[in-house]
Nanobody
Framework: VQLQASGGGLVQAGGSLRLSCAAS????????MGWFRQAPGKEREFVAT????????YYADSVKGRFTISRDNAKKTVYLQMNSLKPEDTAVYYC???????????????WGRGTLVTVSS
């Protein structure tokens, strides 16, 4: 599976962005998908994950209630809708695919190139 994230950009605090992650390969619908982020000088951290069917989702406490992960298996795309953005959400955002739903980065098998989100105060 090859993944390509897009949709990042510069937004003011309180604004919204929607990230997309397009996948190639025939088995996208069998993978659980996740979003992670890495801020400058910090370790990569879990943001959200969604099961292969879309029936289960989990979020980091820091984004719960503000971010929504979803997927469209027909389009082989996973999304991250980000609302009420804060300056501390500034980071490079990565999508990843795993064989089970998990918040641990080491359990993800495939990673896309990141997309930069910058939230100004």
């Amino acid at each position: 599976v090859q993944l390509q994230a897009s949709g990042g950009g510069l937004v003011q605090a309180g604004g919204s962005l929607r990230l997309s992650c397009a996948a190639s390969g025939r088995t996208f619908s069998s993978y659980d998908m996740g979003w992670f982020r890495q801020a400058p000088g910090k370790e990569r951290e879990f943001v959200a994950t969604i099961s292969w069917s879309g029936g289960s989702t989990y979020y980091a406490d820091s984004v719960k209630g503000r971010f929504t992960i979803s997927r469209d298996n027909a389009k082989k795309t996973v999304y991250l809708q980000m609302n009420s953005l804060k300056p501390e959400d500034t980071a490079v955002y990565y999508c990843a695919a795993a064989s089970k739903i998990t918040s641990h980065a080491y359990e993800y098998d495939y990673w896309g190139r990141g997309t930069l989100v910058t939230v100004s105060s």
